[in-house]
């Protein structure tokens, strides 16, 4: 019997889609499963979190056991674990 994935960034959905959030190339690289580019790390997404992330929303997800968050290749940034909500914002652009 084949397991649905879920989406990995809301955890929720089912996911139909191949994120390749740091490449090959263009900034919203989606694919489907099962055809995405061989070497490059996936992220599984949903249609709506695909819609989210091509509106620039940025959107946590976990890569190697780091938790991320971004959605450009030149925008993702590692969440270290001891992170408070208020420096994030900063991060992101928040005052």
Known sequence: MRTIPKC?????QEAIW????????????????GSHYRGWIVIKVC???KNQIEDGLPM???VHG??????RSSDILEIPDYVGDSLLFWEMGGK
């Open 18 to 33: 191949a994120w390749h959030p740091f490449g090959p190339g263009e900034d919203h690289c989606f694919t489907t499963l």
């Open 66 to 71: 780091k938790q991320m968050i971004g959605n």
């Open 8 to 12: 990995e960034t809301c955890h929720a």
């Open 60 to 62: 946590n997800f976990v």
């Open 47 to 49: 249609d709506e979190c």
